[in-house]
């Protein structure tokens, strides 16, 4: 166990709608990263949070945003869902913005019909 | 030149026998070179990871080598067992930011 939480574990939806990814971070750790897991894909960096400010941003399309709250917990929007969203959305974090080792959540299955 | 590569994608060693997945990248701004594994259904869990000042790591039974000038690197896993059956990624940073994954390698261990 990583100690880093996530929500829902699975979320079954169709296209158009628009759904919310919630991450707690371990205890401590102020910077949260969110990625994206397909089969053709693989791993794709999303965005980065640190103590609640924006700090890098990856291959995030427009559709989707992400904000980290005053408590450190961070949540991922995911808006206007086309089938190919279809993925597993993992958080991570790490005690601070530059410090490399990163702890990953059980991932959030998301299903697009 | 934000791409790492990977290969091999798929890797079947006997129990015992070494593990060798390769990586490659092109930044060479990239200050950080961690491999993560995991299993099915769960997230990637940090194996082992190495800066650039240093051409190898060894944690038990795993060990990175590091060649800057090749911009390579690669993780052996020696004595391998069937519990290492997985799937690996490597990964490298800038900064702590920015990671960039390898597309992965999944590493079967016959018994």
């Known amino acids: ?113 | 030149q934000q791409q790492v590569k990977q290969s091999p994608q798929s890797l079947i060693v006997q129990k015992g026998g070494i593990s060798i997945i390769n990586c490659a990248y092109e930044n060479t701004a990239f200050d950080y070179f961690p491999w993560y594994q995991q299993f099915p259904g769960k997230g990637p869990a940090l194996l082992i990871a190495i800066r650039p000042d240093v051409s190898e790591k060894k944690e038990g039974r795993f060990t990175i080598s590091f060649n800057k000038s090749a911009k390579q690197f690669s993780l052996h896993i020696m004595d391998s067992q069937p519990g290492d059956s997985a799937t690996y990624f490597c990964a490298a940073s800038s900064r702590g930011q920015n990671f960039v994954f390898g597309p992965g390698t999944r590493l079967s261990v016959l018994p």
Do not use: M
């Open chain 1, 1 to 113: 166990d990583s100690g880093v939480t996530q929500t829902p574990k699975h979320l079954i939806t169709a296209t158009g709608q628009r759904v919310t990814l919630r991450c707690s971070p371990r205890s401590g750790d102020l910077s949260v990263y969110w990625y994206q897991q397909s089969l053709d894909q693989g791993l794709q960096f999303l965005i980065q949070y640190y103590n609640g400010e924006e700090r890098a941003k990856g291959n995030i399309l427009e559709r989707f945003s992400a904000q980290q709250f005053p408590d450190l917990h961070s949540e991922l929007n995911l808006s206007s869902l086309e089938l190919g969203d279809s993925a597993l959305y993992f958080c991570a974090s790490s005690v601070a913005g530059q410090v490399t080792e990163q702890f990953f959540g059980p991932g959030t299955r998301l299903t697009v019909l």
